[in-house]
């Protein structure tokens, strides 16, 4: 089993910064990618950014490409999803979450990802 253990949120302003924390614990080793989405009220849990774990490769979503870059710290077993220019729209819980058995990639899909965080809010005030 793996734990996810998320930090970060809060509230900000439109076009202000948040940088949200997820560290592994358990059988981090497994790990082969990790993941945040986000959902809001009504909505379904949307893909937001992956890392492989491995390689370093990562993937975003259109909608926070150039603002979202994800990272990551191997010998912290973190990862980390800096949030730049964010936008109302942006309100949501995020989700971290870790994928087995994916080695090299950083898949978008919900399906792929095994483990997740509780969630931490972010809101963004206009």
């Known amino acids: 089993q793996v734990q996810l253990v998320e930090s970060g949120g809060g509230l900000v302003q439109a076009g202000g910064s948040l940088r949200l924390s997820c560290t592994a614990s358990g059988r981090s080793f497994s790990i082969s990618a990790m993941g945040w989405f986000r959902q809001s009220p009504g909505k379904e849990r949307e893909f937001v950014a992956a890392?492989?774990?491995?390689?370093?490769?990562?993937d975003a979503a259109g909608s926070v490409q150039g603002r979202f870059p994800i990272s990551r710290d191997k010998a912290k077993n973190t990862a980390y999803l800096q949030m730049n220019s964010l936008k109302p729209e942006d309100k949501a819980v995020y989700f971290c979450a870790a994928a087995p058995g994916y080695p090299g990639v950083a898949p978008r899909a919900r399906t792929s990802y095994a483990y997740w965080g509780q969630g931490t809010q972010v809101t963004v005030s206009s």
């Open positions: 890392i492989g774990w491995s390689g370093g490769t990562t």
